[in-house]
């Protein structure tokens, strides 16, 4: 039987501090950070040897070559249904929709006041760098959400990597995806060793601009020690889940639920966020019923949801907003007979990396074809930021042109504060233009 670990909030404890007792139980160790610096030191000093070394060592295959020919693509798309082709450009037309409403609202943004212009221009990134997860299952759906605001962005350099299978070769359908999406370079590189190539570069991979998508524990801690020496999008590591539902939800529409995202691997978090004692009862029953009954990829459910499963129990709604803003968890279902409440409790969340409200919005759904992106912050850092978007892939350059009125305008206040500061030149390099102004 599983069962998933009961946090009872009681009544006076702050329900943000048994979130927080939660949410440190899957923090990223000195340990592992200090084996990840390893590998991407090896890398950055010796190059395509150590990543092909590393191949060898973690994904069980020899490597000849680190990157995938044209040839491969080609191949991959005799291995794939046109259903399963069909569906990638669905997800790619409803992405793209998204990601464009989003970049045409920063288009020609000009602020003139007072002999002062400023144009705040968007400029892509020069390149990027994706990775895409393998090992226990295959993410083509990660190869959309990474590399199509990146082609909406205008990113004129976007480079796909994923850990190659025993055999040495790459998921057809991610080929697929990749090519599809308008991705320029693949290379059979995974862990810590691939973003190292990403960051620092090898004789066969060029460095990139950003390194962007999500990994397992062991990625999450490579690309925090990469950001060292290149940008990076968010902390996206194991997936996370918590529903809040209240005592008018389907308790087996929330099991699967969990279910579905504890399927991801062993280190994936699932939680319940309540206040009824019977729902989080009836959804513990309802779970190891379903998991009983003979469901797919079991091994990896039970352990997850046995290991990293939660329930948490709390005197009210508010408290659960409390437990839940604190948690900040990458997806938050909100389930509720009624709309009402569910618009209500959703209005309440502040650290989330999306929010799905009502019973009709599984967090699966938003993995593939719902319009909005699947990269999202885990481990808390949902608390600064969202869902991976075109914002990731563009700069907002600022230009600006100042007339002799203008500079004039802010003569005094620049003076003062840089009288204040200690940097006297700051204002010297002012009132030489102003000197020059008067003598002309």
């Keep these: 039987m599983i069962i998933m670990k009961v946090v009872n909030v009681v009544a006076g404890e702050p329900a943000a501090e048994a979130a927080k007792l939660r949410k440190s139980a899957n923090a990223i160790s000195d340990a592992l950070m200090a084996q990840a610096r390893a590998i991407m030191d090896d890398v950055s000093a010796h190059g395509d040897p150590a990543v092909i070394d590393y191949t060898a060592k973690f994904d069980g ?23 399963q082709v069909k569906a990638l450009k ?55 959400m ?53 960051a620092y570069g090898t004789q066969t991979i060029r460095p990139v601009s950003k390194i962007v998508g999500p990994g397992g524990m062991f990625v999450t801690a490579a690309k925090l020690a990469a950001s060292s020496a290149v940008s990076t999008d968010m902390v996206a590591g194991p997936t996370e889940l918590l529903i ?67 329930v948490a129990i709390c005197k009210d709604e508010r408290a659960c907003a ?32 999306l929010v799905l409200v009502g019973p009709d919005a599984p967090s699966s759904a938003s993995d593939y074809c719902l319009g909005s992106n699947h990269v999202l912050p885990t481990l808390g850092f949902g608390k600064s930021r969202a869902s991976l978007s075109v914002l990731d892939y563009v700069k907002l350059v600022n230009r600006v042109k100042v007339t002799r009125a203008g500079l004039a305008k802010v003569d005094s206040a620049v003076k003062e504060m840089a009288t204040a500061e200690g940097l006297p030149n700051h204002y010297e390099a002012v009132r030489a233009r102003r000197r020059k102004e008067k003598e002309e």
Excluded: W
Aim: proline share 4%; with cysteine.
């Design 244 to 310: 809040y539902a209240d005592s008018s939800a389907d308790p087996r529409l929330v099991a699967v639920d969990l279910i579905s995202q504890a399927e991801h691997s062993p280190d994936t978090v699932c939680g319940l966020v309540t206040t009824s004692e019977k729902l989080a009862a009836q959804v513990q029953e309802q779970a190891d019923a379903v998991i009983s009954s003979g469901v797919a990829r079991s091994e990896i459910v039970k352990k997850s949801l046995s290991q990293n499963g939660f």
């Design 322 to 353: 409390e437990f839940a803003n604190e948690f900040a968890p990458e997806h938050l279902e909100v389930i509720s007979a009624s709309k009402k409440k569910a618009e209500a409790f959703a209005n309440r969340i502040e650290s989330a990396g």
């Design 61 to 83: 295959v020899r490597l000849g070559s680190l990157k995938v020919t044209g040839q491969e693509v080609k191949d991959a798309y005799e291995k794939v249904s046109r259903e």
């Design 146 to 198: 990474c590399a199509v605001p990146a082609k909406v962005a205008g990113v004129k350099r976007i480079v796909a990597i994923s850990p190659p299978a025993k055999d040495g070769s790459i998921d057809p359908l991610t080929l697929v995806a990749a090519d599809i999406c308008g991705v320029d370079e693949i290379y059979k590189a995974g862990g810590a060793q691939g973003i190292a190539a990403l």
């Design 90 to 144: 669905l997800m790619k037309a409803r992405l793209e929709k998204s990601e464009l409403a989003v970049l045409k609202r920063l288009k020609n943004i000009k602020i003139r006041s007072e002999g002062v212009s400023i144009e705040r221009t968007v400029q892509p990134v020069a390149s990027v760098g994706c990775y895409i997860p393998g090992g226990k299952a295959r993410y083509p759906s990660t190869v959309v």
